[in-house]
């Protein structure tokens, strides 16, 4: 199968710092990119889409100011979580989409924030 | 609006009995569903996936869920469970022709010896 990595699996931040989080698919090329935020005990939510050199699309009460992504090329996208604060611990995940086909999904990276 | 319910937030059951996993969807449209599985410290993985066709859809490592409309469920069983099926589950639904996967809030599989 498809192989999706993501950097940092674990990352562990300041109140008010920014992170950054990034999503490799490592042998095919992703068309569409997915970012979910699963808090625990709860489903993975979508919190928006991006295509390869467009602006990203945000589900409603996604701050796009806040999540930042930059899907710049095929094969590489990334979230940055600017500013982050207690309430923005979560397990994030990307999804990245080949073609018309499959969703693959990250191992995702799971964010505390202090 | 789609959501999709899984009733049970975890399943124990002992090695080689069988094993369903509920799922329960709502949505005004035509659905695909979905199953997907999570191992510690991996991605989730398609177990398997109801387009269109055959209600009963067979998917990897002797999974199978099938599709009721009537009732708007779309369990996963499978008869004979082994220790390396204990993960999470999850169930999805999108509505069709959407990429957009809404998930429920999974199911830990506990397979005990």
């Known amino acids: 199968g498809a192989v999706v990595s993501q950097h940092p699996s674990w990352v562990i931040c300041k109140s008010g710092t920014s992170v950054k989080i990034e999503c490799r698919s490592l042998?095919?090329?992703?068309?569409?990119m997915f970012w979910y935020r699963q808090f625990p005990k709860q489903s993975l939510m979508l919190m928006a889409t991006s295509n390869e050199g467009s602006k990203a699309t945000y589900e409603q009460g996604v701050e796009k100011d806040k999540f930042l992504i930059n899907h710049a090329s095929l094969t590489l996208s990334t979230l940055t979580v600017t500013s982050a604060h207690p309430e923005d611990s979560s397990f994030y995940i990307c999804?990245?989409?080949?073609?018309?086909?499959?969703?693959?999904f990250g191992p995702g990276t799971r964010l505390t924030v202090l | 609006a789609q959501s999709v319910t899984q009733l049970d937030s975890q399943v124990p059951v002992f090695e080689e009995a069988p094993v369903e996993l509920r799922c329960n969807y709502s949505?005004?449209?035509?659905?695909?569903l979905f199953w997907y599985v999570q191992y510690p410290n991996q991605g989730l993985q398609l177990l398997l996936k109801y387009l269109s066709g055959s209600t009963l859809v067979k998917g990897i490592n002797g999974f199978e869920a099938e599709f009721n409309k009537s009732q708007t469920s779309f369990h996963l069983r499978k008869p004979s469970v082994h220790i390396s099926d204990t993960a999470e589950y999850f169930c999805?639904?999108?509505?069709?022709?959407?990429?957009?996967?809404?998930f429920g809030s999974g199911t830990r599989l506990l397979v005990r010896p």
């Open positions: 999805a639904v999108s509505e069709g022709g959407s990429y957009k996967l809404i």
């Open positions: 042998d095919f090329q992703a068309t569409t």
């Open positions: 999804s990245p989409r080949r073609g018309t086909d499959t969703q693959y």
């Open positions: 949505s005004s449209v035509s659905v695909y």
